[in-house]
């Protein structure tokens, strides 16, 4: 946590380049709270599972349309906690690459399949503004690990780190 304690400045002026991102795609209903605890391999492939969004928000914030890279910022952001979540409760120690490689096949995946509509014009806008929603995504993961988990509160951590030094 010391790492990051003194980069709020960086978080909030980075958080606050969302609104000067310029055009972000369609904004669409979207998941909410989409992660890999969302999802299930079945015989006929991945089905997405409970629809009704992050339960610490209001229906209307949830009914809410947005862009759908903030569900794809949810799923990056819960392959940071796969990777990590071994080592912590002491079960299976993944791969140390196992996070860029699953990063990197979903977004293979997603981009193939996505509506070029619906994302931001070009690749590095898209990047840009996926960037600042895993940044968002993040941060509110810190919050939430403070509170109610302070042992997994590296994983946020690591990841706001990471964030904030690629760019």
């Given at each position: 946590?010391?790492?990051?304690?003194?980069?709020?400045?960086?978080?909030?002026?980075?958080?606050?380049?969302?609104?000067r991102?310029?055009?972000?795609?369609?904004?669409?209903?979207?998941?909410?709270?989409?992660?890999?605890?969302?999802?299930?391999?079945?015989?006929?492939?991945?089905?997405?599972?409970?629809?009704?969004?992050?339960?610490?928000?209001?229906?209307?914030?949830?009914?809410?349309?947005?862009?759908?890279?903030?569900?794809?910022?949810?799923?990056?952001?819960?392959?940071?906690?796969?990777?990590?979540?071994?080592?912590?409760?002491?079960?299976?120690?993944?791969?140390?690459?196992?996070?860029?490689?699953?990063?990197?096949?979903?977004?293979?995946?997603?981009?193939?399949?996505a509506?070029?509509?619906?994302?931001?014009?070009?690749?590095?806008?898209?990047?840009?503004?996926?960037?600042?929603?895993?940044?968002?995504?993040?941060?509110?993961?810190?919050?939430?690990?403070?509170?109610?988990r302070?042992?997994?509160?590296?994983?946020?951590?690591?990841?706001?780190?990471?964030?904030?030094?690629?760019?």
């Amino acid at each position: 946590m010391a790492a990051i304690a003194a980069r709020g400045q960086d978080v909030r002026e980075r958080l606050g380049r969302l609104s000067r991102i310029g055009a972000g795609g369609r904004i669409i209903r979207t998941h909410g709270d989409y992660h890999l605890g969302q999802v299930m391999l079945t015989e006929r492939g991945w089905v997405i599972l409970d629809f009704e969004g992050e339960p610490a928000r209001t229906l209307p914030e949830r009914r809410q349309k947005r862009s759908p890279l903030r569900d794809v910022a949810g799923m990056l952001r819960s392959f940071s906690y796969v990777a990590a979540a071994g080592d912590i409760l002491g079960t299976r120690q993944m791969p140390e690459d196992w996070e860029s490689r699953a990063r990197a096949a979903f977004l293979e995946g997603y981009f193939k399949e996505a509506d070029p509509a619906l994302l931001p014009p070009g690749q590095e806008s898209t990047q840009k503004l996926l960037s600042v929603f895993e940044l968002e995504k993040a941060v509110y993961e810190l919050n939430y690990e403070i509170n109610n988990r302070p042992d997994w509160v590296g994983i946020p951590v690591a990841s706001i780190m990471r964030l904030l030094e690629a760019e």
